[in-house]
């Protein structure tokens, strides 16, 4: 079927034209005339798939008959990934003169609270900043909210895990209730929370709620076209097997991201390869978000070959040219590792994933194995005796500096510092609490 046929607005598909989307994928043929329809929708489909067009298209299809205040709230787990939504919304409404807020963390809240009061047509948003303004921001700021047609959960899995639970549930108490207003979840990784969905009552006077792909989405978990290998090394000598990876010969121009468990980690290799004079970027929680936003640009013009990440660059992020994903630090997860993986080998191009694995890391390997049901190949370009030769003291001498720089920069200081607060306030809060709840003790007469 073709857009016009699945009920898309002729403004909309010249705007796809433009942008050289002309077919729509399974997804968006199978959810967009059931949204129009005015079903609530759950979809399922792996990464990569075009999952941000099956709710955008139906949503702008009917906002452009009725263009006034919020019509639609999207909400994402990364900041990067609110921002990419963003831009394929302005991209595809530039013709219709679409007002858009990005409601995320690491910007001027004023200016946010400024920007909602003036009723964008569609926000979105972190579950996390969101909650912020419902809480502080005031009616001016949040009315607008009390009125929206759409609410989008994207990465739904994520959003409806404990982490998110309440901030969630504060952006919930805003919007209209599941009666008025339509609910779309769109993931690639169908948890029990969403299953959970699928049983609850349909409200009375609305459609059934539709339902994409789910249990098989569940089952295919890694594109056909990527190839998954390890190679396994000493704990102590990661950074001198990953330099050695990232410049064989096939690997020297590709473009490649590196995940791993934590920021500290991230910012330690960032600073070491760059010593190396390898086009290095990275992307952690500790950045500020303009740097984060400009880590993300860079990588996708190629200024930058090397992503270093944590995890907020695992979900959702569309850029088209990787070709390699290294797994520095092996996820508990093992659908994280999906994820992660899902970033190169997308819409049937070809892509490689490298884990190194390290003398704890087995039985976590071993479980993503079990996961996607394919045992992992073992990389035999790395050899012992070249990255002892090539890398190892070229690297540990870098790192030595990298780590003497993050000690002269102070890096990590404001979170050890919110730590410390946190702490202090939390120890406060149960002093308080012991004695308002505990009446003292006589003391015994002797």
Same mark, same amino acid.
């Given at each position: ?29 199978? @959810? ?7 079903? =609530? @929708? ?24 009725? &263009? ?43 200016? *946010?609270?400024?920007?909602? %009061?003036?009723? &964008? ?49 504060? @952006? ?34 609305? &459609? &059934? ?7 098989? $989405? ?10 998954? %290998? ?19 010969? *096939?690997?020297?121009?590709?473009? +490649? ?28 929680? %500790? ?30 992020? =569309? ?5 390699? $994903? ?5 996820? +508990? ?47 035999? =370009? ?22 003497? =720089? ?19 306030? *939390? ?20």
């Amino acid at each position: 079927m073709s857009f016009p046929e699945l009920g898309v607005s002729k403004w909309l598909v010249e705007a796809l034209n433009a942008m050289k989307i002309h077919t729509p994928t399974a997804i968006q043929s199978a @959810c967009i005339p059931k949204i129009l329809a005015g079903h =609530d @929708c759950i979809g399922g489909a792996k990464t990569g798939s075009g999952k941000t067009i099956a709710f955008a298209a139906p949503m702008l299809s009917k906002w452009s008959e009725d &263009p006034s205040g919020i019509f639609g709230v999207i909400l994402t787990p990364t900041r990067e990934l609110a921002l990419q939504i963003a831009e394929q919304f302005a991209a595809l409404g530039a013709s219709m003169n679409i007002r858009i807020s990005v409601i995320v963390g690491g910007e001027d809240i004023v200016k *946010q609270a400024l920007e909602l %009061q003036k009723r &964008p047509h569609f926000v979105i948003a972190t579950p996390g900043r969101l909650a912020d303004h419902i809480l502080n921001s005031g009616e001016d700021t949040i009315g607008g909210l009390k009125r929206v047609k759409y609410l989008v959960l994207d990465e739904a899995d994520i959003l409806l895990s404990n982490s998110f639970g309440g901030d969630l549930q504060r @952006c919930f108490s805003i919007l209209p209730s599941s009666e008025k207003r339509q609910t779309l979840l769109f993931t690639a990784t169908v948890t029990d929370a969403v299953r959970a969905l699928k049983e609850r009552p349909t409200p009375a006077g609305k &459609p &059934p709620v539709f339902i994409h792909e789910v249990e098989t $989405v569940d089952k295919v978990a890694i594109p056909s076209t990527l190839t998954i %290998q390890y190679v396994l090394v000493p704990s102590f000598v990661k950074e001198a097997y990953l330099h050695n990876i990232l410049t064989l010969p *096939q690997n020297e121009k590709s473009a +490649a991201i590196v995940f791993v468990n934590r920021s500290d980690t991230a910012e330690v290799l960032r600073r070491t390869l760059r010593k190396l004079e390898l086009r290095v970027t990275s992307l952690h929680s %500790q950045m500020p978000q303009a740097e984060r936003t400009n880590s993300i640009h860079r990588f996708k013009a190629g200024a930058a070959r090397i992503l270093i990440s944590t995890d907020v660059g695992s979900r959702g992020l =569309d850029i088209p040219n990787v070709e390699l $994903v290294i797994n520095y630090d092996i996820p +508990a997860d093992a659908d994280v590792f999906i994820h992660r993986v899902g970033r190169t080998a997308r819409a049937g191009r070809k892509g490689t994933s490298i884990s190194i694995m390290a003398e704890r890391d087995v039985d976590r390997i071993k479980a993503i194995e079990e996961r996607i049901n394919k045992e992992m190949e073992l990389l035999e =370009d790395v050899e012992d005796n070249k990255v002892i030769k090539e890398s190892l003291s070229a690297v540990s001498n870098a790192k030595r500096e990298a780590l003497m =720089d993050m000690d002269r920069d102070n890096f990590g200081e404001k979170r050890k510092i919110n730590k410390r607060k946190n702490g202090d306030e *939390q120890t406060t809060s149960k002093v308080v609490k012991a004695k308002k709840g505990k009446k003292p003790k006589k003391e015994k007469s002797s």
